[in-house]
């Protein structure tokens, strides 16, 4: 059938003059070019990637004969504020390039108070044009009030108003068959939701290779609206996750200090664990299926795990750190190393480049991008060469006991057990709701 349409096309193509298979050419290109953008575009938590930018300069040699786009393109992204996170972090990680809306941002008496007000855990989205333009900013200075940033013909202006409405909260269950973004799909559960309990549930299951046929999840979040329109999606309040056959929960506990954190139902802080894989997932990389996968080497020979994935892709710290170098470094190319607490150190090779501000004695958080993958010093091809180390001695990272995550303080204990027992009720009502339904 492929065949046979390849035939016709080609007769067709055969048909036509040079100019005319030319311009055919050019505005398959574009079509394809605009499909791929728009597929990508509408994924929050993704920034525009290299891998786009190549995609969409292929027609450029044929200027004249390029339609513009009927719409100028607009992407939305989505991201939580880190600890230690700052205004400039966001943006890069939102895709924002745009230093007009950071002097506005910071010259501005309402915008400015976006600097003060960075609160882990709040969501910041925006809107960007095609070259990374800040179109539209909203920030959640609480669950009942916004910070919005508007780009006009006079330039931007800004507002603080109150979200006239209490968080709304969603319940949802989602069954893996290909992929996590297939299922969360399938469920009608928002991007912006699927990326958090990838980076939730990161420190025990590798997104891109140990999702298993059958997983099962179930969570329950919350949706920010306002006068009736959605405005964000809001936190995680509980989830839970079964993968190859075993369940992890994470419950969000706020401790009297105000913080937030996802805690399992035992007590231990989820994000003080090392994450699975330092290759960020996203729904752009999760489409790469097995090129992901770890290729283990000789062990003793080669002292590092390497995972195969394209070039640019962002590789992220594997827990909280302190740099210990950035740059060139003989065999290993452009790499950095991190120290962590309790004598661990890891290392991250072949990067095609840093991310902004890491550099020796930068402080990183995890899951905070470090640098791209690339195929610097001995490599022959793109991957991210990631070794671990405890006391100097090279360990696998994937088959080492790792440190115990910190636990709830005890102080606190009792509150966070209630929590945990009433976030434990919900997921399984949610889950055995839509057992009853689909079995
Ligand atoms: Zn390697």
């Known amino acids: ?30 079509l394809s070019a605009l499909t791929v953008l728009t597929a990508f575009g509408i994924a929050p938590g993704t920034a525009a990637s290299d891998l786009q930018l190549t995609v969409v300069r292929e027609p450029i040699e044929l200027p004249e004969l390029l339609p513009l786009p009927a719409t100028p393109l607009r992407f939305t992204t989505q991201e939580r504020v880190m600890r230690g996170d700052t ?33 882990p855990g709040r969501a910041l989205q925006a809107e960007t044009g095609g070259d990374g333009e800040l179109l539209t900013l909203r920030y959640c200075l609480s669950a009942t009030s916004l910070l919005e940033v508007n780009r006009g013909a006079a330039g931007f202006t800004s507002r603080a108003r109150a979200v006239a409405e209490a968080p709304r909260v969603f319940y949802r269950t989602a069954t893996i068959r290909s992929s996590l973004f297939a299922a969360t799909d399938a469920a009608g559960i928002p991007d912006a939701i699927a990326m958090q309990l990838a980076r939730v549930f990161a420190t025990d299951i590798d997104f891109h290779t140990e999702l298993r046929k059958g997983d099962r999840l179930a969570v329950a979040y919350e949706m920010i609206y306002d006068s009736g329109e959605l405005v964000a999606a809001g936190r995680i309040l509980a989830a839970e996750f ?26 231990n802080n989820r994000a ?71 004598s661990i150190t890891t290392l991250y090779a072949h990067l095609s480049g840093f991310a902004k501000g890491i550099r020796a004695g930068a402080r990183v958080r995890q899951g905070e991008p470090i640098g791209y993958v690339g195929s610097t010093g001995y490599a022959t091809g793109p991957h991210l060469h990631y070794e671990f180390k405890i006391s100097g001695m090279h360990q696998n990272p994937l088959r080492v006991a790792l440190p115990k ?19 434990r009720a919900t997921i399984a009502r949610v889950a055995s709701a839509s057992a009853a339904r689909f079995e």
């Open 405 to 423: 995550a910190e636990p709830v303080p005890a102080h606190l204990k009792t509150r966070f057990l209630q929590v945990a027992s009433e976030a």
């Open 272 to 342: 003080k664990a090392f994450l699975r894989s330092p290759v960020e997932f996203s729904r752009v990389s999760s489409g790469f299926g097995g090129r992901f996968h770890p290729i283990f080497k000789n062990w003793r020979a080669h002292t590092g795990v390497d995972f195969a994935a394209p070039r640019g892709t962002r590789v992220i710290a594997s827990a909280d750190g302190t740099v210990v170098s950035a740059g060139m470094r003989g065999g290993y190319g452009n790499a950095v190393e991190v120290r962590h607490g309790g």
């Open 1 to 30: 059938m492929r065949t046979q349409e390849t035939n016709i096309l080609a007769k067709r193509l055969s048909r036509l003059g040079l100019a005319r298979q030319l311009l055919f050419g050019a505005l398959l290109l574009v």
């Open 87 to 119: 205004v400039a972090a966001l943006f890069e990680r939102l895709g924002v390039r745009d230093p007009k809306a950071m002097d506005f941002l910071r010259a501005d008496s309402t915008g400015r108070m976006i600097f003060r007000q960075l609160v």
């Open 242 to 267: 079964v993968n190859d056959g075993r369940t992890y929960h994470a419950v969000l506990f706020r401790d009297d200090q105000g913080g937030e954190a996802y805690y399992s139902l035992g007590g």
